[in-house]
């Protein structure tokens, strides 16, 4: 049973809670969430600033702030391995040869003295320390091919590039260890409209070419519904939906929370569009509601919404974490929907 698993899902997150910790407060970043993200394929992490989607993020990396940072509780599965039980040792073989991340600002991911190729020639000779000096300078031109970038230009340095081409160079970076995961965290926000439109499709294209499953963190539902298989949707440190693309984009049965964020639930071939702003604030991260984290700005909420936490309703691929869907009142909604 445990093989079978092993070979389809890359990545399983089960029942992960995570806070930050100070002398003063605690944080409730991430509260009990569990996904998957088959081989192959590309998982959305959709949600507002404060959701947890980055802290989903670096605690599969293991690479929370050291101090405050803590899971609580949970398993990170990678190829049916618990990264949460390997030694720093194993982690660092992990994040070096297995899975790799891209950040929403390239020029943080870059070192501005040393030039584009070198960069991405220490990647590759970290990976494979055994390349002579020709073969470093070969696989670099490769890279930077891989992305769109003309290899010539590797003599040059970061502020010589466009945000474009600097979040580019991260990517190629990214993908000098052949990951079987890449996480992207919002790899297009800090980009003009016409390049993000640009760095897609070519993480959608190498994608394809390369094989390489993928965490995909975004505000954007354009981009969710271009390249993603499979979406998640967060809400105050809580999965809130999840489901295949076609879940989450078609009529039916929706978290009151995606409802307002979609605004109307757009097909998938709506052209690129940002998320609605709903009204009201996300709650206290360190003060939770004791009932659904969603319910004081839930247009739907009843008396026990405020008291007692929802359980998920589940249709096939698709799960709603909310009270509208509990199966004894299922008949109701439905006529309504
Ligand atoms: N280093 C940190 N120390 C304390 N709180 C943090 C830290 N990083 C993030 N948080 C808090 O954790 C919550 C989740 O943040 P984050 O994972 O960055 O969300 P997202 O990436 O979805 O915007 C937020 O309330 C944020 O303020
Ligand atoms: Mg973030």
């Not at 399983?12 to 009990?32: C, G, M, P, Q, R």
């Not at 991260?170 to 992207?184: M, N, Q, R, T």
């Not at 978290?255 to 307002?260: F, M």
């Amino acid at each position: 049973m445990e093989d079978l698993k092993r070979n389809d899902s890359i990545l399983e997150i089960n029942d992960l809670s995570v806070v930050y910790k100070t002398d003063l407060e605690t944080v409730e970043a991430v509260n009990d969430i569990s996904l998957k993200i088959e081989k192959g394929k590309t998982c959305g992490l959709v949600g507002e600033t404060g959701a947890g989607k980055t802290t989903t993020a670096l605690s599969i990396l293991r690479l929370l702030p050291e101090n405050t940072g803590r899971v609580l509780s949970g398993e990170i599965k990678f190829n049916g391995n618990n990264l949460l039980k390997l030694t720093e040792d194993e982690m660092r073989n992990i994040r070096g040869n297995y899975i790799s991340m891209v950040f929403q600002d390239p020029m943080s991911a870059l070192n501005p003295v040393y030039t584009v190729g070198e960069q991405i020639g220490e990647a590759i000779k970290l990976h494979n320390s055994d390349l002579s000096k020709e073969e470093v300078e070969k696989h670099v031109d490769e890279m930077l091919n891989l992305v769109g970038i003309v290899p010539s230009r590797k003599v040059e340095y970061p502020h010589q590039f466009s945000g474009g081409m600097k979040q580019r160079v991260v990517i190629a970076i990214a993908l000098c260890c052949e990951p079987s995961l890449l996480i992207a965290d919002e790899p297009t926000t800090a980009l003009d409209v016409t390049i993000q439109a640009q760095v897609l499709a070519m993480i959608a294209e190498l994608r394809e070419r390369l094989g390489t499953s993928m965490l995909m963190i975004t505000h954007d539902l354009g981009i969710v519904a271009k390249i993603c298989d499979n979406v998640c949707i967060m809400y105050a440190g809580k999965i809130v939906e999840a489901g295949t693309v076609e879940d989450i984009f078609r009529e039916g049965k929706h978290h009151p929370y995606t409802k307002g964020l979609f605004g109307s639930i757009p097909n998938l071939k709506t052209k690129s569009k940002r998320l609605k702003p709903i009204a009201g604030l996300m709650p206290d991260p360190t003060d939770l509601p004791k009932g659904c984290e969603f319910a004081p700005r839930c247009e739907r909420c009843e008396e026990i919404c405020q008291t007692v936490k929802p359980e998920i309703y589940v249709n096939g691929t698709h799960k709603i974490y909310c009270h509208l869907y509990k199966k004894s009142r299922n008949a109701a909604y439905d006529r309504e929907e």
